[in-house]
């Protein structure tokens, strides 16, 4: 038997946990895997979880929900959030709760029979989305085997839409952590997830519950392997990063669609797949570079086909360095849907792709980083929080070999002059 356990850190993290276990909840008759994400007792459902901020005004929403069993150790909070200042989280406030929150974790993890995994959702742009989530990673790695995995799936800055002048500190900083502590980063940024919403559904409203839903979407399908067919979900992630630090996962989703056009929407297997394989579809924004190293996709329906995928001539041309043809996943499950004006359609995809062009994001995150650091701006901040001297410089420069690691990686792949992936 297999369990994970679900962190969610920081606002963002926070309110996607939200979102994902409404789902989970909706989803739990399916299951046939006992004991995956719930403590499950002959009356009650436990979800084994802990919510995390430093402020309490999130965690007192999920609260609010009182058809889902939390139990009082899945909650912890501080008095004031960090402002937008990793070291503020990582060093200070942080650190206080921390050992609550460690505590919370170990008295949840001892109901458990065995602990395969932690999944965590946050926003690396916040205070306490970066830290926080950082201190936390290094804390559980010392305390848990290093076979235990921590798969994540992080919201990044995006590249032209920012509420938060230090987001691309934050980012970086909590990227050296991620680097070291993550074995699989899921990466999603706000802005792709709005331009692919509206290509998609093309809503006049779009708001973080959209947002939250697609991300919950995917994580759903992913752990759906487990808990609806028994698949070893852990393999999807390993499968996909060939080498160790190349971790950095570029999702993709579809069908989302609204409840007044499903019809229209709903794709055949052949249309689904070549959808949702589509460069277009990227949840995070970067420039391509023409080269995979390994993707796979994840077929959600509620009747598999032992013969998906393998005469689809989309995912046949999808060239990739390490595999003759992505992987295929089948998750047998109906969907659901927690947004009343979204459809329940028959089937749905995710594919993940480890990419080069990821190497393209962090470039521009490190520029960005550059542009602010030359200056020095806002470096008080940080140094006001017990920033050391020289921590923010080694953060950038392992973002620079995370860079480089990526580099060699696309040349060793031979595909540059394959300019066509799909
Ligand atoms: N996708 C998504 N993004 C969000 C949500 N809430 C906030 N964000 C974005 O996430 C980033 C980080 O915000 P928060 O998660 O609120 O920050 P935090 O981690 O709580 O950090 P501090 O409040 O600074 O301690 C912001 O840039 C927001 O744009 C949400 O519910 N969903
Ligand atoms: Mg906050």
Redesign the pocket.
Known sequence: MCSAFHLH?????V??GDVLWKLYTKEQGDTIEKNYIFNETENNNYPLSLYA???DR?INEVKKNKSICYQSNSFVTGKE?????YF??YYNIGKEICEIALNQVRRQVESMDRLDQFIIT??L??????G?TSIMMEQLSVEYDLKVEKNAFF?Y?SQRM???IV?SYNAVFATHTTLEYCNSVVM?D?QS?YKVIDLQIGLDFVD??Q??NL?SQIISSYTGLRRFSKINNNKLFSGLCPYPRVHYIIPQYGLLASIDDYINQELNEKSLISFVTKPDQRLLQCEMKPALFCASLIYRSKYTNPFLGQSNLTLQNIRTKHQETPNVFQCQSQNYTVIPELAQLRQTGVFFSNDASVYNYFDNLGKKYDQLYNKRAFVHWFYGEGCEFGEMFQCREDLQALCNDYEEGYHQCGLEEDKDIE
């Open positions: 850190i920081g606002g963002a993290g309110m996607m901020d430093l402020d999130m959030d960090a402002a937008n200042n503020k989280a946050s926003a742009s916040g205070g306490t989305g970066s926080f919201i800055p920012s509420n938060n987001d999603f706000n997830m973080y519950t947002l939250n991300v």
